[in-house]
């Protein structure tokens, strides 16, 4: 072998990694004992005599089931965007200069994130107990309207209003911790440069929290989608309600909590693959850092 081909063998040698025998077999031996133990698992779920796959068969497409799995989808949607918009408006309130604004949005996001999501969700609905009526009007002339509580407040639109308003508080943080993430300086140059404050945020700052924004909220979608679930307890009519309504009459509790959870799963599964994919164009990996020239036309506009 001549002195090249030494030097090559060297080179080669000296890039490759020993990995200890002991390494291997700790890095093997519980992944094969996990696998085996989830293998057992699912082959003992799937045989067990209390679930009937018959009646899963059913009922996964049964139109009571796939009214429930709209009303999710319903709600995870109508969730979001009000969450959103709420969120944005007490993150504003929180990132001004208005003592009154900042502790009015301080003490939502306190109040909201502090009682649980299930507690909001009773309180929506028995809200007639509260107030037996509801109604608007100019004091004085006669003129309004009034309704009965129940009337208005139904079981859907208290799981929109509990999940909603709580959803906001945690909206109000992820969107205040994306433009926390942009520095002032950043800021503070646009201003020097003889650009105005609003402009330099449109221009700046937004597309910027925007990139730091976007993966959490995929977070959040998933969770509001797994969490709509809790309306259940009160009748909500999303997937879970409807399972439950059919096993309240057939007693097929299993096979019908299986229902839900495959279409859990479906949904949870879709979220996820778009939030890879939302991941992957906040980091400029896809259409060539389109995100940022879409968010810098919609919010710069013309000099």
């Known amino acids: 072998m001549g002195a090249d081909g030494h030097d090559s063998l060297l080179d080669r040698l000296d890039t490759l990694t020993i990995v200890p025998r002991r390494a291997v ?15 057992w698992l699912v082959v003992k779920v799937a045989r067990s005599p209390n679930l009937d796959w018959g009646v899963v068969g059913d009922y996964l497409f049964a139109e009571p ?26 993150a504003l309130m929180r990132q ?7 502790a009015v949005g301080a003490a939502y996001v ?9 507690v909001q969700l009773v309180f929506w609905f028995n809200l007639a107990l509260l107030f037996p009526r509801l109604g608007v009007g ?21 799981a929109l209003c509990g999940l909603a308003l709580h959803e906001a ?20 140059a646009a201003l020097t440069i003889g650009m105005t ?10 597309p910027q929290a925007v990139q730091v924004i976007l993966p959490p909220l995929g977070n959040q979608f998933i969770l509001i989608l797994k969490g709509t679930s809790m309306v259940s307890v009160i009748g909500g009519g999303d997937l879970l309600t409807r399972s439950q309504q059919i096993y309240g009459m057939n007693y097929q509790v299993i096979a ?31 259409e060539g850092g389109l995100l940022r020239r879409v968010v810098r036309n919609a919010f710069g506009g013309r000099r």
């Not at 001004?96 to 900042?102: E, G, Q």
């Open 25 to 39: 077999v700790a890095r093997w031996v519980p992944g094969v004992v996990l696998a085996g133990l989830a293998a």
């Open 65 to 90: 089931v796939l009214r429930g799995v709209g009303v999710t989808l319903v709600l995870t949607a109508a969730t979001m965007v009000s969450g959103l918009l709420i969120g944005g408006v007490l």
């Open 96 to 102: 001004s200069r208005n003592p009154v604004a900042i």
């Open 110 to 118: 306190w109040f909201f994130r502090g009682t649980p999501l299930l």
């Open 138 to 158: 100019l004091p004085g002339t006669g003129l309004g309207w009034t309704a009965e509580t129940n009337h208005v407040i139904t079981p859907f639109v208290a």
């Open 169 to 188: 508080a945690y909206m109000a943080e992820i969107i205040r911790g994306g433009f926390l993430a942009v520095p002032q300086g950043q800021i503070d």
């Open 197 to 206: 404050r609003g402009r330099a945020v449109r221009r700046i700052a937004v």
């Open 256 to 286: 019908l909590l299986m229902v839900a959870s495959i279409w859990y799963l479906v949904l949870v599964s879709i979220s996820s693959a778009g939030q890879y994919f939302l991941e992957r164009v906040v980091r400029g990996q896809a």
